[in-house]
C-alpha cells in the first residue's frame, strides 16, 4: 500500500506506547502518526484538530475496561469514517471483545502472540472488516471447531436414538426443574401426565443400554441426555 494515512494511537502506557510508535515507523511507513492519547479527555481534543484515518485503540484505559468500548460507539457515530482497530491487553474478557465489535470495531489484535503488524493495519485500511491477529484467530477457530462438533453430535444423536420434538421439549424442560405436571400444561406439549411417564420410561429404553435402565430417574436420565448433545445447557429456554 503506497497511500499514506494518519493514524492517532489511544494508549495509556508509556512504554506500549512508544514500542507501538516504533511498530509503525519501522513496519508502516505510509502511516503518519498524528496524534497520541493517554485517555478519552486527550483523545477528542486531538479529534478536533484533525481527523486521523485509522484509530488505535486501547480498551483498558486508566484502570477501566469498558471505557475503550464507549469511546469505539462515540468515534463510530461522530466520524464514520475513521477505521478503529483495537489492541489489547485484556486477553480473557472475551465478552469485552463481542462488546467493541458490536461497537463497531473494525478488528482486534490483541497484545500477544506476534503483536502488531503490518498485515492488521493494511487490512483495516483496505476495508476489511473483523480483521484480527493470530492469537484471536487461534480462539475463534476452536470456539467454531467445537460448536461444529456439537451440532454434529447432537444431529447423529436425534437420528440415532430417534428423538422428536416432543422428547426434545420434555427432556430440556427436565432439565429445567419441571415437573412433569407442569411440562403436561406447556402450549406445544399435547400430552398428560401419564403419557409424560411413559415417554419418560421410552426415552430411558432408548438412551441406555440393556442392563443400565433399571432404575434411572429424572437426574440420570437428563445426564444422559446432556452428555449424548441431546441437550444445550448453554441456551436452556423454557417454553410458553
Not at 453430535?153 to 440415532?160: G, K, L
Request: with cysteine; glycine share 6%.
Amino acid at each position: 500500500m503506497d497511500n499514506k494515512f494518519n493514524v492517532i494511537i489511544v494508549e495509556d502506557a508509556k512504554l506500549e506506547l512508544k514500542g507501538t510508535e516504533e511498530i509503525f515507523r519501522s513496519e508502516i511507513p505510509e502511516a503518519c502518526i498524528i496524534g497520541t492519547a493517554m485517555n478519552e479527555a486527550e483523545l477528542w481534543p486531538l479529534m478536533d484538530k484533525q481527523q486521523p484515518d485509522l484509530l488505535l485503540l486501547d480498551l483498558g484505559l486508566g484502570g477501566s475496561t469498558t471505557i475503550g468500548v464507549e469511546i469505539c460507539a462515540k468515534m463510530k457515530r461522530l466520524y464514520k469514517n475513521v477505521k478503529v482497530l483495537i489492541f489489547t491487553g485484556e486477553l480473557l474478557n472475551e465478552k469485552l471483545w463481542v462488546d467493541v465489535l458490536d461497537a463497531g470495531a473494525d478488528g482486534i489484535v490483541l497484545k500477544t502472540g506476534e503483536l502488531l503488524t503490518k498485515n492488521e493495519i493494511r487490512s483495516v485500511m483496505s476495508g476489511k472488516r473483523f480483521v484480527f491477529n493470530q492469537p484471536i484467530l487461534e480462539k475463534i477457530v476452536n470456539r467454531f471447531r467445537e460448536e461444529v462438533m456439537r451440532e454434529y453430535s447432537y444431529r447423529r444423536s436425534v437420528i440415532e436414538y430417534d428423538i422428536d420434538r416432543y422428547d426434545e421439549c420434555f427432556l430440556k424442560h427436565l432439565a429445567l426443574g419441571y415437573t412433569k405436571e407442569m411440562i403436561a400444561n406447556l402450549k406445544n406439549m399435547p400430552f398428560g401426565v401419564k403419557s409424560l411417564e411413559k415417554r419418560q420410561s421410552d426415552l430411558v429404553a432408548r438412551l441406555f443400554p440393556e442392563g443400565e435402565q433399571r432404575g434411572v430417574n429424572v437426574t440420570r436420565l437428563v445426564v444422559r441426555a446432556i452428555e449424548l448433545h441431546l441437550i444445550d445447557v448453554e441456551n436452556l429456554e423454557a417454553d410458553e
